[in-house]
């Protein structure tokens, strides 16, 4: 008996249009957290991630100096600054595209997962707003204290998220094969060959490539919405079907209005 299915998203350039920590740069800068060279470096890293994509040795080394940057920093705190700054950094830059999919894969029966290789803080909480049943995150080692120590419990990067996606599907029963995968960059071949439906969503040089070598299917997003305006849709259209049902009964009124006044006279 097949289990079900499922769609896994990548978060960055896939689900949003631009690097998930790179968006709560500022908003960590205000409170005190990062540094002004930090958030120029994070910056310029983006640039040469534009220009030549993600790599293994790039992104190792955003790695090392992340939890570096975030060691003795307290995990409340970094959590309070993410949902404080999310409806102002986050929701502008979520693909409408990506959010029309959830939707699809849900009306099919299919759980939607986020994996990305962004913080849990950040990760939790988007997936908590754009309606995916669960998340694969980056964890950091956090201390007694409640104090990040610059470890990792698991980093969610390349072949640890198809390792961690195989074993969310053993959990829950899900069937691979009949299952989904979205992502932007290379480094994520691993998890879109374990389902049986690939696609490539705005891809680097390497993953275009690679996708057109496979035959798997390939996305461009171009839209990104703000949540609000993506959960005011439906009450707007009902608004609409509304405003004009009403103006028809008036111009009919109108029009009947002249014949009525003549047979009363």
């Known amino acids: 008996m ?31 957290l990062v ?18 994509g993600a790599s293994e040795a790039r992104m190792d ?14 995990q409340a705190r970094v959590t309070g600054v993410v949902r404080d700054a999310f409806e ?21 029966g299919r759980l939607v997962f986020l994996v990305s290789s962004s913080p849990a803080e950040i990760v939790s909480h988007l997936a908590e707003h754009i309606g995916a049943d669960d998340y694969i995150a ?16 698991f980093y969610a990067y390349g072949p640890h998220k198809a390792d961690a996606i195989h074993r969310m599907a053993a959990a829950r029963g899900i069937d691979l094969a009949g299952s989904y995968a979205y992502s932007d960059s290379i480094t994520d071949a691993p998890m879109l060959e374990v389902v049986g439906h ?15 070598e496979r035959e798997w299917e390939i996305r461009h997003f171009h839209q990104p919405v703000r949540l609000r305006q993506r959960a ?13 049902a009403g103006l028809g009964l008036a111009l009919r009124w109108l029009r009947q209005r002249p014949a009525a006044s003549g047979r009363s006279a």
């Open 2 to 32: 097949a289990g079900v299915e499922a769609a896994f998203f990548d978060l960055d350039k896939t689900v949003i249009a631009k690097s998930s920590v790179l968006a709560y740069g500022r908003p960590l800068y205000r409170e005190g």
């Open 35 to 52: 540094p002004r060279i930090a958030l120029i470096r994070s910056v310029y890293g983006q640039a040469l991630y534009r220009l030549g």
């Open 61 to 74: 080394r955003a790695r090392d100096s992340m939890l570096s940057l975030i060691r003795g920093w307290e």
């Open 88 to 108: 102002k950094v986050v929701t502008p830059i979520i693909y409408a595209e990506a959010l029309a999919l959830f939707d699809e894969h849900h009306r099919a």
């Open 138 to 153: 980056t964890r950091s080692r956090v201390d007694d204290d409640g104090r990040y120590t610059g470890e990792l419990e």
């Open 198 to 212: 690939p696609v490539a969503v705005n891809p680097d040089r390497d993953l275009a490539r690679l996708a057109r």
């Open 232 to 244: 005011a849709a439906p009450g707007a259209a009902v608004g609409g079907m509304v405003v004009a």
